[in-house]
């Protein structure tokens, strides 16, 4: 059964940092592109970021988010600094089968359940 268990959200201020994890565990985890999307309130999920054997950026992230992965403890990173109350969102981890240019993970497998990243003005 393959889980993806992501931890890392809270409420931090404006201007913040927070470090999101994605432990994979049932899946072949080098196997596959990884990414993070999220979803604010009233809005529809959206990219953040994907890596493969390279990083892809959503515009609005690009220099305050970096994203990273260790295959060999199966976990996906994601840094995230300069935070404002735009990147109030629940963040969700997705296996996927590819990155697009734009951040985006393309053929999701798998989601995650997500966690809750709250910033306070």
């Known amino acids: 059964q393959v889980q993806l268990v992501e931890s890392g959200g809270g409420l931090v201020q404006a201007g913040g940092s927070l470090r999101l994890s994605c432990t994979a565990s049932?899946?072949?985890?080098?196997?596959?592109?990884m990414g993070w999307f999220r979803q604010a309130p009233g809005k529809e999920r959206e990219g953040v970021s994907c890596i493969v054997r390279s990083e892809y950026y959503a515009g609005s992230v690009k220099g305050r988010f970096t994203i990273s992965r260790d295959n060999s403890k199966n976990t996906l990173y994601l840094q995230m600094n300069n935070l404002s109350p735009e990147d109030t969102a629940m963040y969700y981890c997705?296996?996927?089968?590819?990155?697009?240019?734009?951040?985006?993970?393309?053929?999701?497998?798998?989601w995650g359940k997500g966690t809750l990243v709250t910033i306070s003005s």
């Open positions: 049932g899946l072949t985890f080098d196997s596959y592109a």
């Open positions: 997705a296996a996927a089968g590819g990155c697009s240019g734009s951040g985006l993970p393309v053929a999701v497998n798998y």
